[in-house]
């Protein structure tokens, strides 16, 4: 018989309480989202009871949005769908179309705001095989925590000649004495204090649980002292007020201990915005775990998946305290909808950070080991195998059966 679900909680510590047989909420998405949840689905439920045998097991609860939610409800996101994530805290997504129309808040975005889902994490690791640009993709292993509520995303934005911004460029002209040219459109950029705060915690966390080496501040705090200047200081503020004895800052290093890192200790840095875009090429192996705002984050993330063979291969979640949705980091790819034909490794990968969320090693490892094998063996899909000599190219579902067999 099969065994009884239960929700996932949460202790007042903030500690995950995971049972054996938790239900998990998805979305299997619009466009390819079916085909790629199919194959998800079948891999991560073949993890576990390769894992676990019969003490574990995924109970999986469908809950809609995107187009399947809109013809039968005439919602995008219904609440029910998000009362549901909430109630079970962890829910894995495919990839939703964002409905084009004025005024349409994207339903990605909305889910965000609804569960304050405050990071968006990356992580961006090399798999042997894959086709990339760099000539030693290997050294690539970051993890990125962008802020996902703030900064230039927080829908602040006025348009030319509305009385907004009319009103702050008159504001600005009679307090501050600037001139911003008339005609101009307006958008704010704010960063506060409890949002940087919390970003950089998260992520310090995690470096610290995972045994990683560094956490790098990525700014431009050079040209915007009192948004990006700020998130440095208060990322450094944060690591000595709440790790001090855990840490140690690039300067210290430098000043203190004859340029060596203490051992045990994590080293938190900074580095300005647009020299990580060259470090992220030219020095991949110094960098590891990268918090940032926003906008930032959005551009280096992207960078970094392509370094690694494309969003088609990246995984992503979005956390925030005691609510984590995990996705793939791609589109809906509405031409190839329904051929079962694109790679399904971005939400199979979003499927491994899940079950390490869970404290589910074991499942994440296996999925990984399965997934590297695969392509290890040039047993991919399309847009992989196009790019590899002597590739086979397998349908979605296909390279499902492959990682499978490979685990
Ligand atoms: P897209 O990522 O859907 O597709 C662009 C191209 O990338 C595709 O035509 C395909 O060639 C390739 N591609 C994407 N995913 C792939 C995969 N798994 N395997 C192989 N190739 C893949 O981007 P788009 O066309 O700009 O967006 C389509 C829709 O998806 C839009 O409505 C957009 O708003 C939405 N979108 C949703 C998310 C999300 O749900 N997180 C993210 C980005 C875009």
């Not at 000539?135 to 000649?161: C, I, K, S």
């Not at 700014?219 to 998130?231: L, P, Q, R, S, Y």
Request: aromatic fraction near 8%; proline fraction near 4%; glycine fraction near 10%.
């Amino acid at each position: 018989m099969a065994k009884q679900g239960s929700n996932i909680d949460h202790t007042k510590e903030g500690e995950l309480i995971v049972p054996n047989f938790p239900i998990i909420p998805f979305i299997e998405g619009d466009g390819t989202g079916p085909d790629i949840w199919r194959a998800t689905q079948f891999v991560l439920d073949g993890a576990v009871s390769g894992a676990y045998g019969e003490t574990r097991k995924i109970q999986w609860m469908e809950v809609i949005a995107g187009d399947k939610a809109f013809h039968r409800t005439g919602s995008w996101l219904p609440e029910e769908t998000l009362e549901r994530i909430r109630a079970h805290r962890v829910a894995i997504k495919g990839p939703l179309t964002t409905p084009v129309g004025e005024g349409f808040r994207s339903i990605n975005v909305t889910l965000r705001q609804e569960l304050d889902l405050y990071a968006c994490v990356r992580p961006v690791k090399y798999i042997n095989g894959v086709p990339s640009p760099m000539r030693q993709p290997g050294d690539v292993d970051m993890v990125v925590f962008r802020e996902n509520t703030e900064d230039v995303y927080a829908g602040l934005e006025w348009e030319a000649g509305s009385s907004m911004a009319e009103r702050i460029i008159e504001l600005v002209r009679a307090e501050e004495e600037q001139e911003i040219r008339a005609y101009s459109g307006i958008g704010l950029k704010p960063i506060s204090l409890f949002g940087t705060r919390r970003l950089v915690r998260m992520a310090i966390r995690y470096a610290l649980e995972q045994e990683r080496r560094s956490v790098t501040l990525v700014h431009k705090g050079n040209i915007m002292k009192f948004t990006e200047g700020a998130f440095r200081n208060w990322g450094y503020q944060t690591a000595r007020e709440e790790f001090g004895d855990q840490i140690v800052t690039e300067e210290e290093v430098g000043r203190d201990h004859n340029g060596r890192i203490p051992s045990g200790k994590l080293l938190i840095n900074d580095r300005l915005a647009d020299a990580m875009f060259q470090q992220i090429i030219l020095r991949p192996a110094e960098y590891d775990v990268l918090a940032m705002p926003n906008l930032n984050g959005d551009y280096i993330s992207d960078a970094l998946a392509a370094m690694v063979g494309g969003l088609g291969m990246a995984p992503g979640a979005n956390i925030g305290d005691g609510f984590a949705v995990f996705e793939a980091t791609h589109g809906s790819a509405p031409k190839y909808a329904g051929q079962d034909k694109v790679n399904p490794s971005s939400l199979i990968l979003s499927g491994v950070m899940m079950f390490e969320y869970l404290g589910w090693k074991e499942a994440a490892d296996l999925v990984r080991e399965g997934l590297v094998r695969a392509i290890a063996q040039k047993k991919v899909t399309y847009d992989l195998a196009r790019q590899m000599e002597g590739a086979t190219e397998l349908r979605c579902s296909q390279f499902a059966e492959e990682i499978m067999g490979c685990m």
